[in-house]
Each structure stands twice: as structure tokens, then as C-alpha cells.
């Protein structure tokens, strides 16, 4: 950095960036920022630019577009002003300026950062601390509702259950082959097997009828009392006594 | 490479930076050789000395450390509102209605096990604790509920506690809910087995 | 909780015993929520003033450490292993003097774009954290330090930044303007080198 710039290695790839080249420049001129020519920075600059080997074109490059910003600026300075043209030449020397400033400052803030009394190196605290702790403590909660809901249901789940089952209206098979011999001796013509069974609004009770009334049916059509037709399954089931 | 007037600065700030208590030759390495540092120690705790830092030898080794009774200070309790679980509250409200009451008989009218935890946390609550023995085979532990379960409830005795009568007037004794709480049950039966 | 002849006693011993700098808040919680803690660390740090360990405020978190002047009979060679690159250093430090900063502003401050890596490393080290995003086009993410930064660098804030009022009274921590920064920055540069 403080080192003179016409002994320095043509090599860019020790410079962060072209600012980083610019100050390091601009502080070989004057120590005070605000005090460099910027003429002398632009020409100290593309003079180091024009004579470096870059090694890497990409590195090469920023710098190159920066030889050319300031090859326009110098030329903006030298020649007569034009009005129309803004910014002016002079502003825009003067934001080089500031941003050269700019990272001088900061530059220095890391340096004066870095030497301060730094925990862990310069200063230190505690090597073997005992720690603190922090115990949780459980605080319980529930109200006194929860407890008498609780017993309650305590007792809902344990009280002693009664399991009543009722009686069902069924049709034994030895009533319904009583009732269907009965009916069959009545019967001349084919008859569905539904009209053997008793008048009843019980759905339950007749299932149970229809259920044992064809057994019975098929009982006595094996005892040959009876004969049994029906055209298709799931057609209407017909029953005729033997002649 | 100290002053004398420095030097007993320098011990404090070399023993409070160690990693471990050190010996009079081993500070003498940080300090200087040529150094009294057996008079610094001795300066050093006299500075301290009542104050919540303390500067100890142990085994001709030295090291800081905080002063004794302020170790209750370094442990700091912080208390968190936690809701009773089903079966603590269950096995609490039968100690209430039946004490004293051993554990099988919870459990025998509970219908279900309970765990080790269970009574444990009553317990930590200080709402139930052991009442004695009963006079039968194996000599059961029995629980009785405290004081401060009665304060917590806000109940005047434990005659307050409405009766099963009373549960079933207010609905509480309605089996609607049971089928839920069978499924709660059962749950709550493998996530103790899993705690044990 | 402690008397309040105690509090400068108890007040030290959880500093002294703590692993990590503490608010006071934080103390409060070990020495009891009633107690003028800050009356307290003004006491203790005038006691110590002047010894080998001193109390220190940084970002208003209170710890012991040892004395600077001490620094020479304690400084570890070790620690300095890890060298922070230029790239890291300039970066940390436009960060706590602009902060909050977007990588934008801090790379035309630099006139030269940072590695990802740069930030990494000062994140890793606990100086700087992304802090929220800018609510411009784009919204870029800003950083900040952090409560550690000002521990490790000896800052009781940021105010005590070295210079910062003299570099804010010449300008130079205004806003950054990125639109002034248009004069090549670089735009596809391998950074990667500066961190080596």
C-alpha cells in the first residue's frame, strides 16, 4: 500500500479492485485526500494500467473500464467546458475524490478496530466459569371442576352395567311347517309363497316367518307333501300341494 | 517485569484468566520469575476477603471461585404453569373422596393402573402425600390429600366435596360421554406403559 | 430476596460465575426482581477500578474481564490463527459504521465486489447478522453487528466506534448513493482470491 508506485510489479492481482489501486495511488501523492490532484491521480493511474501484465484478462478488465472512465474525465477537465454536459467535470472529480475517501475511512476503521484490546486475545474473561442454571419448576394447575368431573366419570365408567335383552317375535320351523301343511291342504292352485305367511305389520316378525316357512316348505317338499316352482332366481317362489 | 505495586494486579488478572487453579511456580511463569507472588496472594485475598468473589488455595493450588453462600444464586427456579394429566387428576379426586386409600385401591377403582409418576406429581404439587400404613398383608402405603389441596380447591373440608348425588344432578354422572372416555383411557394406558 | 448490603455481593458472584455476558434483566433474575441491579454494577465497577479484572458494560451486557494493560503477560499466540482477510476487516467495518448496510452499499464502498465468503466468515465469527430488508426495488437484506461485535471489539456501543464522530461531521458515512457508484464497480470478478 505505502509503497512507491513506479516500483511497483506489474501484477493487478494484488489489488482489490481499481479503487482499492486509486487510493493506494492517491495516498503516494498526498496524505491528506483532499489535497490530490486529480489530474496527476488520472495519469499515475492509466500510466500503471498501460504498463501492467494483467494475468487474468477478467481482473484485467475492471480495471480497463475504470483507465477509460478516468481517460474521459481527464479529457472533461483539460478541454473547454460544455454546459449542457452534466454532471460537470469537477463534480464528478469530486465524487472520485469522496470515494476515495470514503474507503481511506473505512480502511482505517478496520485497521484502529483490529488493534483494540480484543476479548479473547488481548483481554480475557473467566476461563473456567461455574455457570448458572436455571431449573423449571413445574407449577401444577386444575381447577376443582376437573377434580369432580374426574370422579365423575370415575364412577359413570365403573357403575355395575345391566345388559337387558328382549324377547324377538320369531316363527319357529315347527309352527311355520304346522301353518304351511295347514294352508297347503286349503290350496288347489299354485300359490306364492308369501300368502302362507300370517297378516302382520311386524317387518321383523315377518322375516322371520318368510325365513322359516321356506324351510318348511322345503321339508315338506322332501317328505313329497309338497311341490316347489320358480322360473328364475329371485322370481316369486310358488308352492302346490302334491295331488 | 512488574512493578511491585503492579504485581498484585497481575496475579489477579493471571489466575482469573486460567482455565485452572495454579500453582505459585506456575503463576511466577505469567508474572515473572524474580517476583513475591506468595505476598500478592495474600494481598489479594485479604481484598477480597467478604466480598462475593473468593480467592482459595487447594492443594498448594490457587484459583478464584464465588463465595459460598451465594451459591443458591447461580441455580435460579423458574415456574411453569402445567395442567394436571388425566390420570393425576382422577387418582387425585379418588384420594379426596376415599382417603386414606392405598394404591391398589386407586387403581382397583380407577379400573386402570396408574404410574409411579402419577402419585409422584400429586406429591411435587403438594396436594396429596403418605398417610402411614394399612394394617393388612404386605403393610400397603396409604395417601391422604394435604392442607394445601384443600386451599387450592378452595374447599372449607373435604365434606364440601359434592356427593355422587349431587355429580348426578349436574350431569356428571351422564354416560354419554363414556365412550370417549374409554378411548381416552386406553390411550392414556400406552403412554404410561411407554413412561415406566 | 437479598439484602440490599448483599446486592453488590450477590451481583458479583453471578457475573463472575456467568459463562456469558448478562443484561440486567438477566442478573435481576438470579438476585431477585425488586433490587436497583444497576446501583449495584455502578458500585462494583468503582470497587474494581484500577485492579487486574475490571467490570465492563458492552452493549448493555455486563461482564468481568481481565485489565488491557495486563495484556502482554496474558495474550495467547494461538488465537491470532485465524487471520481475518483485508476483504473481511474493511467489510466488518463499514458494516458497524453504516449499519444497516446491503451488500450493494458495501460493495460500492469498495469499489469491488465481495465473495460470498466474506460475509460468511464475519457471521461465522457472531460480528454481523442480516437484519431485515431494505424496502427498496429488489429489497436487498441489510446487516448489522451484533451484541457480540461490541463484546469482542470492547465497544460499550456503537458511539464508542473509533472516530465515528469525526467521519460522520466530514460526511463520510452518509447514505451511500449507489447511483454515484456507477464508475466501475466490478461486475463479474472472481473475488474468491481476496480471501486467501
Redesign the interface.
Known amino acids: 500500500m505505502d509503497s512507491d508506485p513506479d516500483t511497483l510489479t506489474l501484477d493487478l492481482e494484488g489489488w482489490e479492485g481499481p479503487l482499492d489501486l486509486l487510493l493506494a495511488l492517491a495516498r503516494s501523492q498526498k496524505v491528506d485526500l483532499k489535497q490530490i490532484s486529480i489530474l496527476a491521480l488520472v495519469e499515475q493511474y492509466l500510466a500503471y494500467v498501460e504498463q501492467a501484465h494483467a494475468l487474468k484478462l477478467e481482473v484485467a478488465a475492471d480495471y480497463l473500464v475504470m483507465a477509460a472512465w478516468l481517460a474521459y474525465l481527464k479529457s472533461a477537465l483539460l478541454l473547454p467546458r460544455d454546459p449542457e454536459v452534466e454532471p460537470s467535470p469537477e463534480e464528478l472529480a469530486l465524487r472520485l475524490q469522496m470515494r476515495l475517501e470514503r474507503l481511506n475511512a473505512m480502511r482505517d476503521a478496520g485497521a484502529r478496530l483490529l488493534a483494540r484490546d480484543r476479548l479473547g486475545r488481548d483481554v480475557f474473561r473467566r476461563a473456567a466459569p461455574e455457570g448458572l442454571r436455571t431449573v423449571r419448576k413445574a407449577m401444577w394447575q386444575a381447577e376443582i371442576y376437573d377434580l369432580i368431573a374426574a370422579y365423575g366419570q370415575i364412577n359413570a365408567r365403573n357403575r355395575p352395567v345391566f345388559h337387558v335383552v328382549h324377547d324377538r317375535p320369531v316363527m319357529t320351523l315347527d309352527a311355520a311347517l304346522e301353518r304351511v301343511s295347514q294352508l297347503l291342504g286349503m290350496q288347489v292352485d299354485w300359490a306364492t309363497i308369501e300368502s302362507f305367511l300370517p297378516d302382520t305389520l311386524d317387518g321383523p316378525f315377518r322375516k322371520s316367518a318368510l325365513a322359516s316357512s321356506f324351510v318348511a316348505a322345503l321339508e315338506l317338499a322332501r317328505m313329497g307333501k309338497a311341490e316347489l316352482r320358480q322360473q328364475s332366481p329371485f322370481a316369486p317362489l310358488y308352492l302346490k300341494a302334491t295331488a | 517485569m512488574?512493578e511491585p505495586d503492579n504485581l498484585?494486579?497481575?496475579?489477579?488478572?493471571?489466575l482469573?484468566?486460567?482455565?485452572?487453579p495454579l500453582s505459585i511456580e506456575a503463576i511466577r511463569a505469567?508474572?515473572g520469575e524474580e517476583t513475591d507472588v506468595r505476598a500478592a496472594l495474600d494481598e489479594i485475598a485479604g481484598?477480597y476477603a467478604?466480598?462475593?468473589?473468593e480467592l482459595v488455595c487447594r492443594g498448594g493450588r490457587w484459583?478464584?471461585?464465588?463465595?459460598g453462600d451465594?451459591a443458591h444464586?447461580?441455580?435460579?427456579?423458574?415456574?411453569?404453569?402445567?395442567?394436571?394429566s388425566?390420570a393425576?387428576?382422577?387418582t387425585?379426586?379418588?384420594i379426596?373422596?376415599h382417603e386414606p386409600v392405598t394404591r391398589a385401591e386407586i387403581e382397583a377403582?380407577?379400573?386402570v393402573q396408574i404410574s409411579r409418576g402419577t402419585l409422584d406429581?400429586l406429591m411435587?404439587?403438594g396436594?396429596a402425600r403418605p398417610a402411614g400404613r394399612r394394617e393388612t398383608p404386605g403393610r400397603p402405603l396409604t395417601y391422604v390429600t394435604t392442607p394445601d389441596f384443600l386451599t387450592?380447591?378452595?374447599?372449607a373440608s373435604r365434606r364440601d366435596?359434592?356427593g355422587?348425588d349431587d355429580?348426578r344432578a349436574?350431569g356428571?354422572?351422564?354416560?354419554v360421554?363414556?365412550a370417549m372416555?374409554?378411548m381416552a383411557?386406553a390411550e392414556e394406558v400406552e403412554t404410561e406403559a411407554e413412561e415406566d
Open positions: 512488574i498484585s494486579r497481575a496475579v489477579e488478572a493471571v482469573f484468566a486460567a482455565d485452572e505469567h508474572v481484598f467478604g466480598r462475593g468473589i484459583h478464584f471461585q464465588t463465595a451465594m444464586l447461580l441455580r435460579r427456579e423458574r415456574e411453569e404453569a402445567r395442567k394436571l388425566r393425576a387428576i382422577e387425585l379426586a379418588i379426596a373422596y377403582i380407577r379400573g406429581v411435587e404439587a396436594w387450592h380447591f378452595g374447599l366435596l359434592p355422587i355429580l349436574a356428571l354422572l351422564d354416560p360421554d363414556l372416555a374409554d383411557i
